[in-house]
């Protein structure tokens, strides 16, 4: 207990006639005044130590502890002395910053605990002391606040920033973040969508937004990051690695430089991205790269619809509504036509089973040497025709019937047909159904028509041996068959 205003009297009044005596005040003495007089004029730690632990008057306890040096006892007084104000006086003396930290969150006085965080300096203490404090003393919002007054790193307030539960620590913390990299890792990790937000709001840095497009669990967050994003080389690595269709279009449509959005066009990792970019793309040279080497189907028919803009492709071939015009007009181009090795599309994806792509790479087949040099008047003749189905419903679903015949002049050597196969029932509550019964293709094999061909006596073993390396993937399928035979 502290000293109340008789007691001080008294030792002043002691003070006095111990000065005009000549006699010092005893530590020992049975008046507290006394003793305390003599703790402050006490240089001996261990006689310090004991009247700071032991002495029944909290006056004289407190005076010591003011003159203490021993930091371990003076942080076990600050936890375990009986008087408040003894403990008191011991925070203010303490240096020990794990010790504040204790106190900060654990003790049950509010009055200690915003003691020892006004003196608390480690960043991570007090960044614990800003989260741990609310579970246990959640009244006391105060010291909370005290601690991200405090605080300046910028570490640890993005961490007070994502995992503080409270809303109004959660905005204080970000109101102090400065750091680019740091405010990017809360709009990445914050669990809360309005810190997310608010942590986009505060970016500038080209590098950190990136950071933010691409690895926010959040597409909203992804795209606000790209929303503020002008910097060309950002958006296309945010375009070329995004994982997210939406989040990868979206850096496409801010791209401006032409050569950018021809990279992210051959370059992207998602066909969806690619398709976007590609609808941008004006250069005839890279569309018709795409248009023949891109692995998505889709992709490279947006290349191919590119190209028909431009003229460099047949327009009929591309863009008609019907399969059957499509196809037809393939089978009309000039066998030196460069628009067949286009419309044959990527052979390294494997056999192509539509009707268009099927007539333009069997015509290319026609063009090699070993094909050539057997039969040199060799020719196709490829009809497409619409047919469809009825059904009880009154529905009717489009298909075609695809017939592919090879000539030598007169001659038929090979000639297959393949029909759209229709569902058996066609079920009105079927969702995949009820928004139009679109074209059903036949499923076309061109290596099965070459595989006839190549069965022909004219070919020899040497032969099949070469055609089993050609780069159009139905002439290999067919050399194979037919070397097998």
């Known amino acids: 207990m502290s000293a109340g205003p008789t007691e001080r009297w008294a030792a002043?009044?002691?003070?006095?006639?111990?000065?005009?005596?000549?006699?010092?005040?005893?530590?020992?003495?049975?008046?507290?005044?006394?003793?305390?007089?003599?703790?402050?004029?006490?240089?001996?730690?261990?006689?310090?130590?004991?009247?700071?632990?032991?002495?029944?008057?909290?006056?004289?306890?407190?005076?010591?502890?003011?003159?203490l040096a021993d930091q371990t006892l003076v942080a076990k007084i600050a936890l375990e002395d009986w008087d408040r104000e003894v403990r008191l006086a011991a925070v203010t003396r303490l240096a020990d910053q794990a010790v504040l930290g204790r106190i900060a969150i654990d003790a049950g006085d509010a009055e200690l605990r915003h003691a020892a965080v006004l003196k608390l300096t480690d960043?991570?203490?007090?960044?614990?002391?800003?989260?741990?404090?609310?579970?246990?003393?959640?009244?006391?919002?105060?010291?909370?606040?005290?601690?991200?007054?405090?605080?300046?790193?910028?570490?640890?307030?993005?961490?007070?920033?994502?995992?503080?539960?409270?809303?109004w620590a959660r905005k204080a913390a970000l109101q102090k973040l400065t750091d680019q990299p740091a405010r990017a890792r809360v709009a990445i990790d914050a669990r809360d969508a309005e810190t997310c937000n608010a942590a986009v709001e505060g970016l500038a840095d080209p590098e950190a937004l990136a950071k933010v497009a691409l690895e926010s669990e959040h597409e909203q967050i992804r795209l606000a990051a790209i929303g503020?994003?002008?910097?060309?080389?950002?958006?296309?690595?945010?375009?070329?690695n995004?994982?997210?269709?939406?989040?990868g279009s979206a850096a496409v449509d801010g791209l401006s430089d032409t050569a950018s959005i021809a990279a992210v066009a051959l370059h992207g990792r998602l066909p969806a991205v690619r398709r976007t970019a590609v609808a941008r793309v004006y250069d005839p040279v890279v569309l018709a790269t795409i248009a023949v080497e891109d692995d998505d189907e889709g992709v490279c028919e947006t290349a191919r619809e590119g190209l028909a803009d431009q003229a460099q492709l047949p327009w009929s071939a591309v863009k008609s509504s019907s399969p059957a015009v499509r196809a037809r007009t393939v089978s009309s181009l000039d066998d030196s036509d460069p628009a067949l090795k286009i419309l044959a599309g990527n052979t390294r994806t494997g056999i192509a089973h539509d009707a268009r792509t099927s007539i333009a790479r069997i015509r290319l087949a026609l063009r090699e040497p070993r094909i050539k040099a057997r039969l040199p008047k060799l020719t196709l003749h490829a009809t497409v025709q619409d047919i469809s189905a009825n059904y009880l419903s009154g529905r009717t679903v489009p298909g075609e019937r695809v017939d592919f015949e090879l000539r030598q002049g007169h001659d038929s050597l090979a000639r297959r047909r393949w029909e759209t196969?229709?569902?058996?029932?066609?079920?009105?509550?079927?969702?995949?159904?009820?928004?139009?019964?679109?074209?059903?293709?036949?499923?076309?094999?061109?290596?099965?028509?070459?595989g006839q061909l190549l069965r022909l006596p004219v070919f020899t073993k040497e032969d099949l041996a070469e055609l089993s390396g050609s780069a159009i993937p139905e002439v290999r399928a067919a050399a194979a068959a037919a070397a097998a035979r």
């Open 242 to 247: 995004a994982a997210s269709d939406t989040v």
């Open 12 to 67: 002043m009044a002691c003070l006095l006639i111990a000065s005009l005596s000549g006699c010092k005040p005893r530590i020992d003495s049975v008046d507290p005044a006394e003793r305390q007089l003599a703790a402050a004029a006490l240089t001996d730690q261990t006689a310090l130590a004991k009247a700071a632990t032991t002495d029944p008057a909290g006056a004289v306890r407190m005076t010591a502890v003011n003159r």
């Open 228 to 240: 503020k994003l002008t910097n060309q080389d950002a958006l296309v690595r945010i375009a070329l």
């Open 421 to 450: 196969v229709f569902p058996g029932a066609i079920f009105a509550a079927d969702p995949a159904q009820r928004s139009g019964f679109a074209f059903v293709p036949a499923v076309v094999n061109g290596d099965d028509l070459l």
């Open 123 to 167: 960043p991570a203490l007090l960044m614990r002391v800003a989260i741990d404090g609310m579970a246990v003393h959640r009244e006391d919002a105060e010291i909370r606040r005290l601690a991200i007054t405090a605080l300046a790193d910028q570490t640890q307030l993005a961490r007070v920033a994502v995992n503080s539960t409270e809303s």
